[in-house]
């Protein structure tokens, strides 16, 4: 195991979540961290990455203003605080190790299941 997520639940919307993801190896490693979602029928799609060093964040349009990727290095962890969540915010979260051109790195987790009901 390389990585495990964590935190997901069932909420309703407009609730928040705070999802953790361990990677089992220095994540100062790696370029950057990054946290994925993949929705039923649909393909993984990648929701915000933080860069090592300054931290430097993005998020995708559908996640920007309502989710705040951070990373505690001491803890090799990753986080994923996602407020104000919408239905559409229903899928289950990955994390994983990218590189500065966004490929993946590491072998996928389980992820963890966010459900959001209206």
């Known amino acids: 195991v390389q990585l495990q997520a964590s935190g997901g639940g069932l909420v309703q919307a407009g609730e928040s979540l705070r999802l953790s993801c361990v990677v089992f190896?220095?994540?100062?490693?790696?370029?950057?961290t990054g946290w994925y979602r993949q929705a039923p029928g649909r393909q993984r799609e990648l929701v915000a990455t933080i860069t090592r060093g300054d931290s430097t964040t993005n998020y995708a349009d559908s996640v920007r203003g309502r989710f705040t990727i951070s990373r505690d290095d001491a803890k090799n962890t990753v986080y994923l605080q996602m407020d104000d969540l919408k239905r559409e915010d229903t899928a289950v979260y990955y994390c994983?190790?990218?590189?500065?051109?966004?490929?993946?790195?590491?072998?996928w987790g389980q992820g963890t299941q966010v459900t959001v009901s209206s």
């Open positions: 190896r220095s994540i100062n490693r790696f370029a950057a």
């Open positions: 994983n190790a990218v590189t500065v051109g966004g490929r993946v790195l590491l072998s």
